[in-house]
Nanobody, 124 residues
Framework: VQLQASGGGLAQAGGSLRLSCAASEPTFSDYAVGWFRQAPGKERDFVSFITWSGETRAYADSVKGRFTISRDNAKNTVFLQMNSLQPGDTAVYFC??????????????????WGQGTLVTVSS
């Protein structure tokens, strides 16, 4: 499975961006997807998660209420709508996927496939 993350860019504090994670796999609807981010000099951290059906969604406390994850299985794409952006959201954002049951969706090791990342820069 190849994942292509896109939609990053430069935004002002308080602004919005929508990230997309497009998959090459036609059965992408079978996959759970997570978003992670990595700021310069820091570890890659969990941001959000969605199950294959979209029924279960989860967020890191730092983005809860500001970010929304969703998916369009007909388009093999998962989205991350980011509102009320803050300078602390500046990072490279990665999407990841797995076809198997996810025990700990916040763990990097729970995912089998990763996209290349898209850079989000939020200016104050």
């Amino acid at each position: 499975v190849q994942l292509q993350a896109s939609g990053g860019g430069l935004a002002q504090a308080g602004g919005s961006l929508r990230l997309s994670c497009a998959a090459s796999e036609p059965t992408f609807s079978d996959y759970a997807v997570g978003w992670f981010r990595q700021a310069p000099g820091k570890e890659r951290d969990f941001v959000s998660f969605i199950t294959w059906s979209g029924e279960t969604r989860a967020y890191a406390d730092s983005v809860k209420g500001r970010f929304t994850i969703s998916r369009d299985n007909a388009k093999n794409t998962v989205f991350l709508q980011m509102n009320s952006l803050q300078p602390g959201d500046t990072a490279v954002y990665f999407c990841a996927a797995t076809r198997y049951h996810v025990g700990d969706y916040t763990s990097l090791g729970s995912y089998d496939y990763w996209g290349q990342g898209t850079l989000v820069t939020v200016s104050s």
